[in-house]
């Protein structure tokens, strides 16, 4: 490789495919779905399980404040434009955008776990694979660059992204009759980490480019990257071949880390109240010095980085090797149940605590148990740009050989058929199959898995709910 361009090109597309993790917020109360324990280790399935690689756990989580197609797209004559067509005003364009736009990526891929019970005490361990990927971007910029003026724009956006393997050991017990605590410890490999500063930035309103002039810093660390290939003159120089694939970029990997989660749950009122508390992904990965890249974005004339800017833009830190915390969330979740726990009625609070934001999610529910093997939950999430109309739901199937789970945390009830929308690009075939978009919904959450269920622990089978 003989220019860096072409792996940071393929390294942020990497990153784009979306942290961890993906959370389903609707599956907190939902006793029988083993994705709990990523929420809250000391909420436990009601029997043990083999997840196997890929299909058990996916996860896919898109939370924003601002990013719905009715902010994004308008309807003028007959037909859908984006915001920065000439026919949406201004004015019309940046109503529906907060002061700051925050956006939350994150993809989750389970690619093994297994659960037991010895007794009343409960293990868990695995492997998951986990993207994340943050960005904060000013309202005052999307309307500069809805309406450019020539001048130096100089309100910055940052963006961050990772990439790294989630080895974990977890378990929940009894402290009392009434009480659970769980823990689980995670050995994390990082595959790679890039972060983005914008400083300011130029364009004109005469210019067909989207960025004249674009100025700040960015840094970039993976283990098939040695700052040693660097020469003074700016260019990175490497005989091997890379293609920034998954399998490439495992390859050397030499950066490494740490987290724990934490959680509790009480049972009061004969079990009818639960209250519970959690904080995961307290943790942080060191990056390692030798694979460490940064350099400063300068002026570009044509709105892109072309070969001679590359040159100047490479650079080793002066102190190489630097370290990053995990995406911590906090959990706080109270349900209340009637007619023997086959309803409850859930409230949940979930605040992530990124490297350039914190925003907190409401999630009020109804859960449904009729079963032991059976349970339903509808849901609805408050803040964070989430309007009413918007709901989630979720389906676990749990008997004693499998366990199946359908969840979703944002379900739009006004949606557009995508072939209404104008193409992204000349090649783009989003119009084929006809599909709907949600209109008003800001966030996207998905989780979906097949499971291995075995193992029904005694005390549990003492259940009055017959199976």
Same mark, same amino acid.
């Given at each position: 490789?003989? #220019?860096?361009?072409?792996?940071?090109?393929?390294?942020?597309?990497?990153?784009?495919? @979306?942290?961890?993790?993906?959370?389903?917020?609707?599956?907190?109360? $939902?006793?029988?779905?083993?994705?709990?324990?990523?929420?809250?280790?000391?909420?436990?399935?009601?029997?043990?399980?083999?997840?196997?690689?890929?299909?058990?756990?996916?996860?896919?989580?898109?939370?924003?404040?601002?990013?719905?197609?009715?902010?994004?797209?308008?309807?003028?004559?007959?037909?859908?434009?984006?915001?920065?067509?000439?026919?949406?005003?201004?004015?019309?364009?940046?109503?529906?955008?907060?002061?700051?736009?925050?956006?939350?990526?994150?993809?989750?891929?389970?690619?093994?776990?297994?659960?037991?019970?010895?007794? #009343?005490?409960?293990?868990?361990?695995?492997?998951?694979?986990?993207?994340?990927?943050?960005?904060?971007?000013?309202?005052? $910029?999307?309307?500069?660059?809805?309406?450019?003026?020539?001048?130096?724009?100089?309100?910055?956006?940052?963006?961050?992204?990772?990439?790294?393997?989630?080895?974990?050991?977890?378990?929940?017990?009894?402290? !009392?009759?009434?009480?659970?605590?769980?823990?689980? %410890?995670?050995?994390?490999?990082?595959?790679?980490?890039?972060?983005?500063?914008?400083?300011?930035?130029?364009?004109?309103?005469?210019?067909? +480019?989207?960025?004249?002039?674009?100025?700040?810093?960015?840094?970039?660390? @993976?283990?098939?990257?040695?700052?040693?290939?660097?020469?003074?003159?700016?260019?990175?120089?490497?005989?091997?071949?890379?293609?920034?694939?998954?399998?490439?970029?495992?390859?050397?990997?030499?950066?490494?880390?740490?987290?724990?989660?934490?959680? %509790?749950?009480?049972?009061?009122?004969?079990?009818?109240?639960?209250?519970?508390?959690?904080?995961?992904?307290?943790?942080?990965?060191?990056?390692?010095?030798?694979?460490?890249?940064?350099?400063?974005?300068?002026?570009?004339?044509?709105?892109?980085?072309?070969?001679?800017?590359?040159?100047? $833009?490479?650079?080793?830190?002066?102190?190489?090797?630097? !370290?990053?915390?995990?995406?911590?969330?906090?959990?706080?979740? %109270?349900?209340?149940?009637?007619?023997?726990?086959?309803?409850?009625?859930?409230?949940?609070?979930?605040?992530?605590?990124?490297?350039?934001?914190?925003?907190?999610?409401?999630?009020?529910?109804?859960?449904?148990?009729? !079963?032991?093997?059976?349970?339903?939950?509808?849901?609805?999430?408050?803040?964070?740009?989430?309007?009413?109309?918007?709901?989630?739901?979720?389906?676990?199937?749990?008997?004693?050989?499998?366990?199946?789970?359908?969840?979703? +945390?944002?379900?739009?009830?006004?949606?557009?058929?995508?072939?209404?929308?104008?193409?992204?690009? +000349?090649?783009?075939?989003?119009?084929?199959?006809?599909?709907?978009?949600?209109?008003?919904?800001?966030?996207?959450?998905?989780?979906?898995?097949?499971?291995?269920?075995?193992?029904?622990?005694?005390?549990?089978?003492?259940?009055?709910?017959?199976?």
């Amino acid at each position: 490789m003989k #220019r860096l361009l072409p792996l940071l090109v393929a390294a942020l597309a990497f990153a784009g495919l @979306t942290e961890a993790a993906a959370q389903s917020r609707t599956s907190y109360f $939902m006793e029988g779905s083993y994705f709990r324990t990523e929420l809250n280790p000391a909420l436990v399935p009601t029997r043990g399980y083999l997840a196997l690689p890929l299909i058990s756990g996916f996860g896919y989580n898109d939370s924003s404040n601002y990013n719905s197609l009715e902010n994004n797209y308008f309807y003028k004559d007959d037909k859908y434009v984006s915001g920065l067509d000439d026919r949406v005003s201004a004015g019309e364009y940046l109503a529906g955008f907060p002061d700051v736009c925050r956006r939350d990526l994150s993809e989750t891929y389970n690619l093994l776990g297994v659960g037991f019970y010895a007794k #009343r005490t409960f293990w868990n361990f695995g492997v998951n694979g986990r993207i994340t990927s943050q960005t904060t971007t000013p309202k005052s $910029m999307l309307g500069y660059l809805k309406s450019p003026d020539g001048t130096l724009f100089e309100e910055g956006t940052q963006g961050f992204g990772s990439a790294f393997l989630d080895v974990y050991l977890g378990t929940s017990f009894p402290v !009392t009759r009434w009480m659970n605590v769980g823990v689980r %410890a995670k050995f994390l490999v990082g595959i790679l980490d890039i972060g983005l500063e914008v400083e300011s930035l130029m364009t004109s309103p005469e210019s067909n +480019d989207l960025v004249d002039v674009l100025r700040g810093r960015w840094r970039i660390n @993976t283990g098939i990257l040695d700052n040693r290939n660097v020469t003074p003159e700016g260019e990175y120089v490497d005989n091997d071949e890379h293609d920034g694939s998954l399998g490439d970029l495992l390859r050397n990997v030499n950066s490494y880390g740490g987290a724990i989660d934490l959680g %509790a749950e009480a049972r009061l009122l004969d079990n009818h109240l639960k209250l519970s508390l959690a904080v995961t992904d307290l943790g942080f990965i060191r990056w390692h010095p030798t694979s460490h890249l940064c350099g400063e974005l300068v002026e570009s004339e044509t709105g892109s980085i072309n070969e001679s800017t590359t040159k100047e $833009m490479i650079s080793v830190p002066e102190k190489p090797g630097y !370290t990053t915390t995990l995406n911590c969330s906090l959990n706080v979740g %109270a349900e209340y149940s009637i007619l023997n726990n086959h309803i409850g009625f859930g409230v949940l609070s979930h605040t992530k605590f990124g490297k350039s934001m914190t925003y907190t999610e409401l999630t009020a529910s109804i859960n449904f148990r009729p !079963t032991n093997w059976l349970s339903a939950t509808v849901s609805h999430t408050f803040f964070n740009g989430n309007r009413p109309g918007i709901f989630g739901a979720a389906l676990n199937i749990h008997p004693a050989v499998i366990n199946i789970f359908l969840g979703v +945390d944002f379900i739009d009830t006004k949606y557009v058929l995508n072939y209404d929308l104008p193409p992204l690009s +000349d090649s783009d075939v989003m119009a084929y199959p006809p599909m709907p978009v949600a209109k008003s919904a800001t966030s996207v959450n998905v989780y979906a898995g097949v499971g291995i269920n075995f193992g029904r622990p005694k005390h549990l089978k003492s259940d009055r709910r017959k199976e």
